[in-house]
């Protein structure tokens, strides 16, 4: 069972289920926005409205994982409840039906949940610094607290026997993302603007000492998240809590060449002042920490940003039908 199953991750992960022949149960609302076509080439077996989620869970289904990566992703929300009833208290619930039921529980967090950090070491996803972490927007804060639900309820031994693993999602790109609006992903908002023939738009650094476009991020390819996951629900022994990121920062400015020489067009940036609802809730900085999820026995090498958005932008959106 997939939670989100028709959004961004959510619908790669079913389409590599999907790929195994594996079965699958999507629980998603399709909506009006196309993400029908998230899933148009790997339908699932049935989907479930969240609606209508726990009194189908009453009926016991026959389901070997739950991979929970539905939630309010919107790093600007601001209706607390809504956000705390869908991230936090819709997770607990799952979270007791798989200890319950015995069923593996891999579910999404974030980097959000690392709020204003600004060197390497202080995205550790080691969980004796998890009660030091100062989350920057509700989004994040939610995260965070079902980060640390998880954590005390293990420590007081309330989920006993539970195979579990969240997963700190840094800025994840690829194909499948064209339903999400202002939170899509900056290699496809700088790829519309390359199309269009503009210069490629980054916000000028409000960080004192930081040069413009110098704003450095942990960018993971799709293709990596989607088979840490798979990784995971392989080895149900491993369980904790793990970063998802590739280890190795890189700037604004790397991105917008990248997505040009993708593109094959001329390398042009122009900065603009970034909006004031993002000040001081904006992450000039982040890079995972992957020595845990390493340690853990995950070996595979993560994909190159520039390999990255070669294979985004020749592969998905300069192509007919840039769905997977």
């Known amino acids: 069972m997939i939670t989100g199953g028709a959004g961004f991750i959510g619908s790669c992960m079913q389409q590599a289920l999907h790929a195994r022949g594996i079965e699958t149960v999507v629980v998603d609302w399709l909506g009006n926005a196309g993400k029908w076509r998230n899933l148009r080439h790997h339908a699932p077996a049935r989907i479930v409205a969240p609606e209508a989620l726990d009194a189908w869970l009453a009926t016991r289904p026959d389901i070997s994982a739950v991979i929970h990566m539905g939630a309010i992703s919107e790093t600007m929300a601001t209706d607390g409840d809504l956000v705390w009833r869908t991230n936090v208290d819709l997770s607990c619930r799952l979270l007791e039906w798989c200890a319950r039921e015995g069923v593996r529980f891999i579910y999404a967090s974030s980097a ?37 639900i998880v954590l005390r309820r293990l420590g007081q031994g309330d989920l006993s026997g539970l195979s579990w693993a969240g997963l700190k999602f840094f800025n994840v790109y690829g194909p499948n993302e064209y339903h999400k609006g202002a939170m899509i992903s900056v290699v496809k908002v700088k790829y519309d603007e390359a199309r269009a023939g503009q210069p490629l738009r980054l916000f000028r650094s409000d960080v004192p000492g930081l040069a413009d476009g110098a704003q450095a991020r942990d960018f993971i390819w799709i293709g990596d998240v989607v088979d840490v996951m798979l990784w995971l629900l392989d ?31 001329p390398r042009r940036i122009e900065f603009i002042d970034m909006p004031a609802a993002l000040r001081g809730q904006y992450q000039s900085f982040t890079c995972a920490d992957m020595r845990r999820l390493r340690a853990a026995g995950y070996t595979r090498p993560f994909t190159a940003l520039e390999d990255g958005v070669r294979r985004y932008v020749q592969d998905h959106l300069a192509a007919a039908d840039p769905y997977i």
């Open 112 to 148: 959000a949940t690392y709020g204003a950090a600004d060197t390497e070491d202080r995205f550790s996803d080691d969980p004796a610094q998890m009660d030091t972490l100062r989350p920057l927007n509700l989004y994040g804060w939610s995260k965070h607290a079902f980060d640390q």
């Open 235 to 265: 080895h149900a022994g491993v369980c904790g809590l793990f970063n998802c990121g590739t280890g190795v920062a890189r700037t604004y400015t790397d991105l917008a060449h990248a997505v040009c020489d993708a593109a094959n067009v």
